[in-house]
């Protein structure tokens, strides 16, 4: 990619760590909501879709994998707009696609078109809206950024828990045309969160310092460095076996309780169990990782919260009636939120604020592939075994192994490259000391032969006394 000139935020600016900063945590407390629920409250309207066109489940279910592949491919494409750009711009545009693709969505005659609208523009319109606002918040926060992280994606659940009844509501009143129009107006809020992410000044500079500066920010679109971190390309890998099995409990967990025998409201009311858990722990995940001993060790408690999920998904696999699917969401709730309040916050910490805009969208664009072989690979086993235990066990294996990729990993390569460098940085500080001292001599010949020559040119003042203000009394 050409250089051009980046967002790449001031280097020379402090984080706020409030102020304009909560105005920011609030729009991507939106934003995070809006692009992680969406996809699963269009799903209410799935029945009314295949009484109208004539198709199956499956045809409708694809709505919410364009949506969540959107959301997770087209990171790297983010990333050169907001580097391009700026994040206030994107967001904006991206608000407006978001809303443009459900309001013609509405008026559509066909599955397909749907794809194209519901799945393709709005999923387009999210990405451009979430990746830009944790840019942000990256960039307002730092002692607190942990905090403001948990808080900041609190808002899937609690968008979750309110869109999901909102949608049955709009169907009940206006049918599936009524409600996707009204939810297209709802997306608008998006534009509204991104007028809200204002641009931190720089520090005001003399004339002299200011054409340095701005050569200093001039960046590559795409800056495919990162994988030059030995940290980031563990993170990555483990991020994206980690999304082949997180997903896929809260997809199979109320058809697990219907095999089980159980009521459509009763097993539906196990995700509401898992989503009102799921509120309380990532605020207070966010505020442990801010903690004083906990924040540089931030890694290794993310790699718990996994070996957590994974575990618990392992239990779960072992439940026979609802009272232990109950308790299974409840600790999947605990884990899950643990997971999402640390995963943008850990690779925040290992790439920095000036590589996070760049790297963020490669993480999630190997994520994308994960995502979309996770559920869909889990459906065909349980088709071939006809049993939900060994979807639940594989995915339990896949999250813990995830877990063991990047605390290893992280332990055995990371800690000893780093330090490398302060050896080196040693090394070369003992070589310039030597150097200093082998010119040490020339330089004390060179001033004593320019003493003699003052000296020499100086005439003689014998019995003179010499005033100066240095050796008057």
């Given amino acids: 990619m ?3 000139v980046a967002d790449d935020g001031p280097s020379g600016v402090k984080a706020p760590d409030g102020g304009w900063g909560w105005a920011v945590l609030f729009g991507c407390f939106i934003i995070t909501g809006f692009s992680y629920a969406f996809p699963k409250a269009v799903s209410v309207f799935f029945k009314e879709l295949i009484r109208e066109f004539g198709i199956g489940y499956s045809d409708t279910a694809w709505i919410s994998s364009i949506l969540l592949a ?4 087209t990171g790297p494409l983010c990333s050169v707009c907001v580097n391009r750009f700026g994040c206030r711009p994107v967001m904006l545009v ?6 443009m693709g459900m309001v013609i969505a509405s008026f559509c005659t066909s599955i397909v078109q ?4 519901a799945g393709v523009i709005t999923g387009l319109g999210l ?4 990746q830009p606002s944790l840019i942000m918040l990256n960039r307002y926060f730092d002692k607190r950024r942990p905090l403001a992280n948990g808080l900041s994606a609190a808002g899937s659940p609690v968008f979750l828990c309110a869109l999901s009844p909102l949608g049955q509501i709009l169907q009940h009143e206006y049918g599936w045309r009524g409600g996707f129009l009204i939810l297209g107006g709802m997306l608008l809020n998006c534009c509204v969160c991104g007028a809200l992410m204002r641009p931190l000044e720089p520090p005001k500079k003399s004339e002299a310092t200011k054409e340095p500066a701005e050569k200093k920010v001039k960046k590559k679109l795409l800056d495919f460095s990162v994988f030059k971190d030995g940290g980031f390309v563990i993170y990555t890998l483990a991020a994206s076996i980690m999304v082949l099995g997180l997903f896929v409990p809260p997809v199979f967990v109320v058809s697990y309780a219907k095999d089980l025998g159980y009521q459509d409201t009763k097993a539906a009311f196990l995700l509401t169990i898992l989503g009102f858990i799921d509120i309380f722990a990532r605020p207070i995940c966010g505020m442990v990782a801010g903690l004083k001993w906990v924040r540089p060790r931030c890694v290794y408690l993310f790699s718990f919260a996994m070996v957590f999920n994974g575990f618990t998904d392992l239990m779960g ?3 026979v009636d609802y009272g232990g699917l109950v308790v299974f969401c409840i600790f999947f709730g605990i884990s899950y939120g643990m997971v999402g309040a640390l995963q943008f916050e850990v690779l925040m910490a290992i790439v920095g604020t000036q590589k996070f805009s760049s790297a963020i969208g490669l993480v999630l664009l190997a994520e994308a592939m994960a995502v979309l072989i996770g559920p869909p690979s889990a459906g065909k086993l349980l088709d071939a075994t006809g049993r939900y235990m060994f979807v639940f066990i594989i995915a339990g294996i896949e999250v813990t192994t995830s877990a063991l990729v990047l605390a290893l990993g992280n332990f055995f390569c990371i800690k000893k490259k780093s330090e490398e460098p302060h ?8 070589e310039e000391l030597n150097k200093s001292e082998d010119k040490n001599p020339d330089d004390a010949k060179v001033d004593s032969i320019e003493v003699e020559q003052f000296l020499k040119d100086e005439p003689e003042k014998n ?3 010499v005033t100066n203000p240095e050796t008057c009394v």
Avoid: D
Wanted: negative net charge; charged residues 15%; proline residues 0%.
């Fill in 463 to 465: 019995g003179e006394v």
């Fill in 2 to 4: 050409g250089a051009v």
């Fill in 423 to 430: 050896t080196k940085e040693a090394a070369a500080e003992r």
């Fill in 70 to 73: 959107m959301l997770y491919g």
């Fill in 94 to 99: 991206g608000g407006l696609f978001a809303s």
């Fill in 114 to 117: 749907i794809y194209l609208t």
């Fill in 127 to 130: 990405a451009l809206n979430f």
């Fill in 317 to 319: 696999s072992m439940s």
